[in-house]
């Protein structure tokens, strides 16, 4: 086996409390652009092809665990956190084979870019190295290890800023914690001990191990430290999420989508976007959303896990949770589409429209204030202003149907369950309470009655305040007041 087909195996450390960010939450959960921070590494270590991934959960281990639950991904418990060497140990049981590159990552680091990483591995295996520390450089280091280099710019110790000297202490290149290890390191490791001024287990001095039994170690510097910065209150993790979301645009951006003013544009990086959609200020876009080619999503919408096919226009203020909408359609602005939503091709959703496990066919128009909720509607049908479809008895949902053509007029109630013929007409303010047949009126509602003069006998009886408060009407009784 050479050293670039060895195989790789990761391990990220996310025992740690982060008791700063103040929070039921353990701190490696807190997510940023959708994504709990650990995952985004877990999803780095796949995106190199791990062959084996193994978390090190600690605080907060069951929720940790749950969180990634997945094939491929090995947890091992670290009961006590006694430093970031004990963490390894703890670890590298559950590493499969002996004979793996071993790379290191922080569960609190989402920042680090699969390429950067990718570029660390090939760095490290093709100049031979043992191990390889990824490094940075920032004018100010406080907080973080420090590279200490000898004559010929050698790494030769990490120092941490608790064991630096002053002048140490003025060193600007720092240990961001990530390192890649040939497969001596976890026998390497057992060595290590607690002899420092935190009385913790040191990974960093596996770096003097290393060099003490004579093998090459190099550090593999980072162009942009920003890559490694880590949350440790909750306005680094709001720092995180704001790089981390410039970048995801950035990415849209480039890839034929409109975004405007885009440090108000919150996108996760599990949507798909096609090109020549336009995204317009303040929209969220989340989880499984999917959106085509030449869509419209209008100012301040939040669409989760849905899908928009291509042409769709959603129009300003609209939420939209797990619905399908077809091509051609369009939405709002004020509409809410619920899960279960499934919207056929160039389907009208006006303003303060809601539906809910609703499936409307081809050209189906619902312009303005109705609820939708557990109905099936045929293509073309006219759902007029006011339509309630009442699907709830108080115990159970039930379901309707709704014909093709059909025309409902406004201020409609069906009471569910109920089916409505193809073609059918609904008189306006009806409550439908049976089934309507193929190409029927419905009319269900209380006769007209018109009382002749009942308004001047009215208002009469009110005179003195009318005359106050409402002149015209008082000229109008005037008029109308029998001689
Ligand atoms: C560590 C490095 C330091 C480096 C810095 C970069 C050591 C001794 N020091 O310091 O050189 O500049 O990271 O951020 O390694 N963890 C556990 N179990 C533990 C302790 C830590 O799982 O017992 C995990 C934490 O959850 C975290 C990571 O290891 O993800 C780093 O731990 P942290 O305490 O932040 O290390 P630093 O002191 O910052
Ligand atoms: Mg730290």
């Not at 295996?125 to 710019?153: N, Q, W």
């Not at 995180?240 to 480039?254: D, F, P, Q, T």
Request: hydrophobic letters at 40%; a neutral charge; one cysteine or more.
């Amino acid at each position: 086996m050479t050293e670039h087909n060895r195989p790789l195996d990761v391990l990220i450390l996310a025992a740690g409390q982060g008791t700063r960010m103040k929070s039921k939450l353990p701190k490696v959960l807190h997510p940023v652009a959708g994504r709990p921070m650990v995952a985004w590494a877990v999803k780095a270590a796949q995106e190199l092809g791990a062959r084996r991934i193994v978390v090190v959960t600690g605080h907060g281990a069951q929720k940790v665990e749950a969180a990634l639950k997945q094939p491929g991904i090995v947890f091992a418990r670290q009961e006590q956190q006694r430093g970031t060497g004990d963490a390894f140990l703890s670890g590298v049981g559950a590493l499969e084979q002996p004979d793996a590159d071993i790379l290191v990552l922080y569960g609190d680091t989402p920042l680090l870019r699969p390429e950067t990483l990718h570029d660390l591995l090939a760095d490290h295996r093709e100049r031979g190295s043992a191990m390889t520390v990824l490094t940075g450089e920032l004018p100010d280091a406080t907080g973080y290890g420090r590279i200490v280099r000898g004559a010929g710019g050698n790494v030769e110790r990490i120092v941490e800023q608790k064991d630096a000297s002053e002048s140490e202490k003025k060193i600007g290149e720092f240990n961001s914690g990530v390192y890649v290890f040939n497969s001596q390191a976890p026998e390497l490791a057992r060595r290590i001990g607690n002899d420092n001024a935190s009385g913790e287990y040191y990974l960093t001095d596996l770096l003097g191990l290393y060099r003490d039994s004579g093998k090459p170690v190099r550090a593999f510097k980072l162009a942009d430290t920003d890559e490694v910065r880590g949350a440790n209150d909750r306005a680094g993790l709001a720092e995180i999420e704001s790089i981390m979301r410039a970048r995801i645009n950035a990415g849209h951006l480039k890839n034929g989508v409109s975004i405007s003013a885009s440090e108000t544009v919150y996108i996760e990086d599990s949507v798909t976007i096609g090109r020549d959609v336009t995204i317009e200020p303040g929209v969220i876009l989340r989880g499984q959303t999917r959106i085509a080619d030449d869509v419209t999503v209008g100012a301040y919408s939040v669409v989760t896990d849905s899908v928009l096919e291509t042409g769709v226009s959603v129009k300003p203020h609209s939420v939209l949770e797990g619905a399908q909408v077809g091509s051609g359609s369009d939405v709002g602005p004020f509409a809410r589409l619920r899960p279960g939503t499934v919207l056929g091709e160039g389907v009208h959703i006006g303003n303060f429209v809601e539906t809910k496990n609703a499936r409307l066919g081809a050209g189906v128009k619902a312009g303005h204030l109705a609820y939708l909720g557990d109905v099936t509607i045929g293509q073309e049908t006219n759902v007029g202003a006011g339509t309630i479809v009442a699907n709830f008895d108080g115990v159970n949902k039930h379901q309707s149907t709704v014909g093709a053509g059909v025309f409902i007029g406004s201020n409609s109630t069906i009471i569910a369950p109920r089916c409505v013929g193809d073609a059918a007409f609904i008189a306006a303010g009806s409550a439908v309470h049976a089934d309507v047949p193929e190409g029927a009126m419905a009319v269900a509602r209380g006769k007209q009655r018109n009382i002749e003069g009942w308004s001047r006998r009215y208002w009469e009886g009110l005179k003195e305040k009318v005359a106050v408060k409402l002149p015209w009407l008082a000229g109008w009784l005037e008029q109308n007041t029998p001689q």
